[in-house]
T-cell receptor, first 107, second 115 residues
Framework: QKEVEQNSGPLSVPEGAIASLNCTYS??????FFWYRQYSGKSPELIMS????GDKEDGRFTAQLNKASQYVSLLIRDSQPSDSATYLC???????FGAGTTVTVRA | EAQVTQNPRYLITVTGKKLTVTCSQN?????MSWYRQDPGLGLRQIYY???????DKGDVPEGYKVSRKEKRNFPLILESPSPNQTSLYFCASMRGALLSNQPQHFGDGTRLSIL
């Protein structure tokens, strides 16, 4: 089993809709979780971090963490074409990344 | 400006010709790491370093070497490159130790093509 698994993409959503990305991890002792966004050919950039169970909101992004179920998700509300990118889930205990989910927002 | 700088950004070379990709960070970070990224496989860690003179293998270390003689620099060495090392490489740094709750800062990437 991979340490960090993300729902397979690509994910295509219409402009203005909610994009939902999921990530599960295997190490129950993990304490910190990150979502990075990566545009094609560019380096990953941090968009959200979450450490406690529950929801954390930052603008149009909401991260949700459930340590008991070992999953973390990212919601992108009011999706815009500029949100089209690959989103990487990272679990910092192992410094492991998921393979990424590619999101395409169609106008 | 806080940054991780990789050089070169692009390189086309031939099998067997030794090459080095340099990585330097100006944030005084303890932790540095190298990743390769291939389509469908995501980011895979090659080597990491928790501090000066401390390096360890990641998930895909075969065919690579690293050194950490100074805190700011973490070069990636391909002694005898092969075509299967054609990839996009990222260097990253992070404040604190391995279990730190800090995010990683990435360089702009190096696209290597081995013919």
């Amino acid at each position: 089993q991979k340490e960090v698994e993300q729902n397979s993409g690509p994910l295509s959503v219409p402009e203005g809709a909610i994009a939902s990305l999921n990530c599960t991890y295997s190490d129950r002792g993990s304490q910190s979780f990150f979502w990075y966004r990566q545009y094609s050919g560019k380096s990953p950039e941090l968009i959200m971090s979450i450490y406690s169970n529950g929801d954390k909101e930052d603008g149009r992004f909401t991260a949700q963490l459930n340590k008991a179920s070992q999953y973390v998700s990212l919601l992108i509300r009011d999706s815009q074409p500029s949100d089209s990118a690959t989103y990487l889930c990272a679990v910092n205990r192992q410094l492991s990344f998921g393979a990424g989910t590619t999101v395409t927002v169609r106008a | 400006e806080a940054q991780v700088t990789q050089n070169p950004r692009y390189l086309i070379t031939v099998t067997g010709k030794k090459l080095t990709v340099t990585c330097s960070q100006n944030m005084n970070h303890e932790y540095m790491s190298w990743y390769r990224q291939d389509p469908g496989l995501g980011l895979r860690q090659i080597y990491y370093s928790m501090n000066v003179e401390v390096t360890d293998k990641g998930d895909v270390p075969e065919g690579y070497k690293v050194s950490r003689k100074e805190k700011r620099n973490f070069p990636l060495i391909l002694e005898s490159p092969s075509p299967n090392q054609t990839s996009l490489y990222f260097c990253a740094s992070m404040r604190g130790a391995l279990l730190s709750n800090q995010p990683q800062h990435f360089g702009d990437g190096t696209r290597l093509s081995i013919l």
